[in-house]
């Protein structure tokens, strides 16, 4: 008897696990990995992909990985015990993220990089990023014009494990150091972070002088943030700050005449095509895309800003 | 005599030494390198530890594969700036080069000229020439770029106008960005530097070089030069 009792439960439990692979296999799931969805970019990030692996017929989890790479390496873990069918990961380190995706590759699951480079290749099957370079050298065209090619200026730089913090430095230094009456005072990293920015900003002021900076490159919009709140507070009207995202505060700072110039990077677009790679990798095993691409960033005057929506620009 | 021994005996033993020394070291022998000399952005010949991955791959492929791949795909400008006012799309699906849908159009292009005019003469960084295409009409058709400063929607033209050369290729976008600056590099020390603008005015060449459109309206119709023959000169 207890052994017929042990073989119809044996038997219901693998039916259920049978029931649950077809279940899985009807809508796979597609996980999203993230930094902290409070910069609205990688909100942005998690949005766009996971409306797009909706309309493709898939089940998402997105989960932040806070730039932790602890945090991120467990988020690889819930998707490999979730037997997810790919990853789709803006992530938190360009060497410490090679280990995870490895990880994943070896359970069978592909990972699609977005907006961030890691230091290997043939690990992930796409690393989809904007191309930093070229829109950082935008952003840095239109900061020496707007300087007259000439006076003193200040950059802050982004987290330097980053890859895009370098990128974007050595984009904007490619442009500006070609012009000899350009002349750097100050170079600091604020991490990335607006509050970081702010407090930097308001003692690189106290050092200098206000009227001896006339201009602050910035790596990214939440840092020009910053440095613009702490520049009007010391009276520089005139100063030219210009970021790097395309977000919607610095929008809205350009159209009040206040930051001068952004570098949209077409995060949306990336977050989109990352899935629709990984739906054609996943049913052809496959795809026709080189694995690094670089799609190109769009300079954000006054002339454009007004178009600009959720790192977006409206045709 | 006795000394003549002592003598043996001491060279013999320098000879023993010199052998044991040669039998437990490798000897490694290091030819006599001549400085690598790299040209930087003001022209300047400057001495370089090392040429980085992208002004290798530049000094290396240059004359033996950059230029020839851009005589060889090279479109007659004529034909060239017909085509792309009436579809850009279409021209760059024939014979241009795009990494993706985000990015530039980038063709290689050649053409017989006449120099109407030189643009920003007082701004040698971003001195253009303003030319006339072949049969003559004194209708400015396209320009050159003849500066110093590489502005972005013309920089990658060389690099992304041949056709071969990708991004999976190098190790990051900070080295395919470096080929750029390394080919624009080459074109002001070999190319634009043998002419001063103002001398071109009013004369006849026949160029060969890159472009980079994302619309093909006349003021971006500017021409990365690769090679210049002046006629007469």
Request: with cysteine.
């Amino acid at each position: 008897m207890k052994k017929i009792v042990a073989l119809v439960l044996a038997t219901l439990l693998v039916l259920s696990m049978f029931s649950v692979a077809a279940m899985a296999e009807d809508k796979p799931l597609i996980v999203i990995i993230t930094p902290s969805h409070s910069n609205p970019y990688f909100k942005t990030v998690a949005d766009a992909a996971s409306a797009k692996a909706t309309e493709l017929g898939y089940d998402f989890l997105v989960i932040q990985h806070d730039d932790d790479v602890t945090k991120q390496s467990e988020a690889f873990d819930t998707a490999i015990a979730r037997k997810a069918a790919a990853i789709i990961c803006d992530n938190a380190g360009a060497d410490a993220t090679i280990e995870p995706v490895q990880r994943a590759k070896a359970a069978g699951i592909p990972t699609f990089l977005v907006d961030r480079e890691i230091n290997s290749t043939g690990d992930a099957v796409a690393q989809m990023v904007s191309n930093n370079y070229q829109g950082a050298s935008l952003v840095a065209e239109y900061f020496v014009e707007q300087m007259g090619e000439a006076g003193n200026y200040v950059e802050l730089t982004g987290k330097e494990s980053d890859t895009n913090a370098g990128v974007r430095s050595k984009g904007f230094h490619d442009v500006i150091d070609q012009y000899t009456d350009m002349k750097m005072i100050e170079q600091q990293t604020a991490n990335w972070d607006q509050t970081e920015a702010y407090s930097k900003m308001e003692s690189i002021i106290q050092a200098q002088g206000a009227e001896n900076i006339k201009g602050v490159i910035c790596g990214n919009d939440t840092m020009a943030m910053g440095v613009i709140e702490a520049c009007l507070k010391a009276g520089m009207k005139d100063v030219v700050v210009c970021g790097f995202d395309g977000s919607n505060d610095v929008r809205d700072s350009i159209l009040r005449g206040e930051i001068k110039a952004t570098g949209l990077q077409p995060i949306a677009y990336i977050a989109e095509q990352a899935v629709v790679q990984a739906d054609e990798y996943i049913k052809n095993g496959k795809t026709d895309k080189e694995e690094k691409q670089l799609m190109d960033c769009v300079l954000i005057t006054k002339d454009n800003a007004a178009k600009l929506d959720n790192f977006a620009l409206a045709d | 005599m006795k000394n003549n021994r002592a003598k043996i005996l001491k060279w013999a033993g320098v000879a023993a030494l010199v052998a044991l020394i040669a039998l437990t070291c490798r000897v490694t022998l290091i030819p006599d390198e001549a400085p690598t000399t790299v040209v930087n952005a003001e022209g300047q010949t400057v001495t370089v530890e090392k040429l980085s991955v992208a002004e290798q791959y530049c000094a290396d492929n240059w004359d033996s594969k950059i230029v020839p791949t851009i005589k060889e795909r090279a479109v007659d400008m004529v034909a060239f700036v017909k085509d792309v006012e009436t579809d850009l799309t279409a021209a760059g699906l024939k014979y241009g080069n795009r990494a993706n849908e985000t990015s530039a159009w980038s063709f290689c292009v050649k053409g017989d000229v006449k120099v109407l005019d030189i643009e920003n003469p007082e701004k040698p960084n971003k001195t253009l020439l303003v030319l006339d295409l072949a049969p003559y009409d004194s209708q400015p058709d396209c320009k050159l770029f003849y500066g110093r400063v590489f502005s972005s929607n013309i920089k990658n033209a060389i690099r992304d106008g041949v056709g071969f050369l990708h991004l999976d290729d190098f190790a990051n976008q900070v080295e395919f960005a470096d080929l750029t600056n390394a080919f624009n590099n080459k074109v002001k020390t070999d190319v634009i530097a043998k002419h001063e603008a103002s001398d071109l005015k009013g004369k006849e060449f026949t160029y060969y070089g890159c472009i980079s459109l994302t619309d093909a309206t006349y003021d971006n119709l500017v021409v990365v030069p690769v090679e210049l023959t002046v006629a007469g000169g």
